[in-house]
């Protein structure tokens, strides 16, 4: 594929109460797996943020397609990637990150999102290494939300998981932290294209850490922040913040 890739994009604090206010909160919102999922949740904040992931999701791709929420389905691959089945030339990848969330959506192909909020990580190269063997010496600590958030949106965009896509990811490493998409094998060199920035977090305690990968040139990413109205606000890569 050749051109830029044309993304739509949106950050949502899924804590805040305009968020919980706008979705669908009817009880046929929920499709039968979700339903089940909610059921096998313990935690309560766990299930009812992945509540609020699920409509939210629901509710902006239904404004992205045109439609009414109830008229979207989305199902998942056997390795957990989502997609619309009636609408097979859209496509849709998000994360989240404790009461943040990043969706995206495409309509030139696939895409594959990861979103971390910045927090220490204790022994971050040991992690980093069970995924990434054979790190280079110029790989540090600030690699590892570059590192991961770009591992993870490159095997959500190929639908491999990460339990059996990570390795056939090559990333490169440059001192500062640094890191960068070289490719992914059984995929032809140029194939993938990525992008990472960071994103302020409106409303919560850190910044954010955001991996874009597509089959297409990347430029910086609109984001919307929602529910908040208005255009999207192009982000530019920025620094960790001291002492993450």
Sequence with gaps: MTGSARLDAWLVDLDAADAARLVDHRPGALTEEEARRLASFENQEAARRFLRTRRTVRHLVAEWLGLAPPDVRIAHTPTGKPYLPDHPGRHISWSRSDGLLLLCAAADGPIGVDVELIRPVPSALDVLSFVVPDLPPEAGPESFF???????????????????????????????????????????????????????????????????????????????????????????????????
């Design 146 to 244: 570059p590192a991961w958030t770009l591992l993870e949106a490159a095997v959500k965009a190929t639908g491999q998981g990460l339990a059996r896509g990570a390795k056939s990811v090559n990333l490169t490493f440059s001192t500062g932290g640094g890191v960068a998409l070289r490719g992914i094998a059984g995929h032809a060199p140029g194939t993938w294209h990525a992008r990472t920035t960071l994103l302020p977090a409106a409303g919560l305690p850190a910044t954010a850490m955001a991996s874009f990968v597509a089959p297409m040139a990347l430029d910086p990413v609109g984001v919307r922040r929602w529910p908040v109205t208005g255009r999207p606000r192009a982000v530019s890569p920025g620094r960790l913040p001291a002492g993450w």
